[in-house]
Nanobody, 122 residues
Framework: QVQLVESGGGLVQAGGYLRLSCAAS????????MAWFRQAPGKEREFVAG???????TDYADPVKGRFTISRDNANTVSLHMNSLKPEDTAVYYC????????????????WGQGTQVTVSP
């Protein structure tokens, strides 16, 4: 089991920038993908971005393409750089991990963090 801890959420004005970080610990051996999901009040959890173990491949949801960047800082840390934030980006952001490939299905991730709140004011 991999334990994940997110940090970096907060309150920012529209157009601003935030960086989220996710640190993995525990059984981190082997190749695994890491991803960010978000869940707004009253909505389902949705995929935001993912990165493979080596950092070579990434995937982004259409609403964040061109604004968010996911990076694998080292084997056990991933960051989400969020630029040009919009009020509709307001949500709890979750880090997730699974073996091998990036997928967008929440049910296919083995490990989840506790979430960090991101609030974007108009």
């Amino acid at each position: 089991q991999v334990q994940l801890v997110e940090s970096g959420g907060g309150l920012v004005q529209a157009g601003g920038y935030l960086r989220l970080s996710c640190a993995a610990s525990g059984r981190t051996s082997g190749t695994y993908a890491m991803a960010w999901f978000r869940q707004a009040p009253g909505k389902e959890r949705e995929f935001v971005a993912g990165v493979t173990w080596g950092g070579r491949s990434t995937d982004y949801a259409d609403p964040v393409k061109g604004r968010f960047t996911i990076s694998r800082d080292n084997a056990n840390t991933v960051s989400l750089h969020m630029n040009s934030l919009k009020p509709e980006d307001t949500a709890v952001y979750y880090c997730a991990a699974r073996h091998m490939y990036i997928v967008r299905d929440t049910t296919l991730y083995d490990s989840w963090g506790q979430g960090t709140q991101v609030t974007v004011s108009p």
